[in-house]
């Protein structure tokens, strides 16, 4: 599983985004290589409505962890993750 700090831009406006504005992400890809984990990462951005993806920093959660229950429990986006492939959080700013 792959860890990424991501901006992207919204493409149109939403209930609390105007468009064209840049937000930043954290998004969680269980995918087991890099290249692949940041493909997904942009694919499913883009299909969320946002464009100019920048990845900033990356970061690969070791198996053991994403296979121990208490860790995955405890962190319920990557417990997501785990489930569903992905788990994408955008912030604000």
Same mark, same amino acid.
């Given at each position: /599983? !792959?860890?990424?700090?991501? %901006?992207?831009?919204? &493409?149109?406006? $939403?209930?609390?985004?105007?468009?064209?504005? $840049?937000?930043? @992400?954290?998004?969680?890809? %269980? @995918?087991?290589?890099?290249?692949?984990?940041?493909?997904?990462?942009?694919? !499913?951005?883009? $299909?969320?409505? @946002?464009?100019?993806?920048?990845?900033?920093?990356? &970061?690969?959660?070791?198996?053991?962890? *994403?296979? +121990?229950? $208490? *860790? *995955?429990?405890?962190?319920?986006?990557?417990?997501?993750?785990?489930?569903?492939? !992905? /788990?994408?959080? /955008? @912030? +604000?700013?």
């Amino acid at each position: /599983m !792959y860890i990424f700090s991501v %901006n992207a831009t919204a &493409k149109k406006a $939403r209930e609390h985004l105007k468009e064209g504005q $840049r937000v930043p @992400f954290i998004v969680y890809i %269980n @995918f087991v290589d890099l290249f692949g984990a940041e493909q997904l990462c942009k694919v !499913y951005l883009i $299909r969320a409505g @946002f464009t100019d993806i920048e990845i900033e920093k990356r &970061k690969l959660v070791p198996s053991h962890l *994403v296979k +121990d229950e $208490r *860790v *995955v429990t405890a962190d319920k986006a990557m417990g997501e993750a785990v489930k569903t492939g !992905y /788990m994408i959080q /955008m @912030f +604000d700013e």
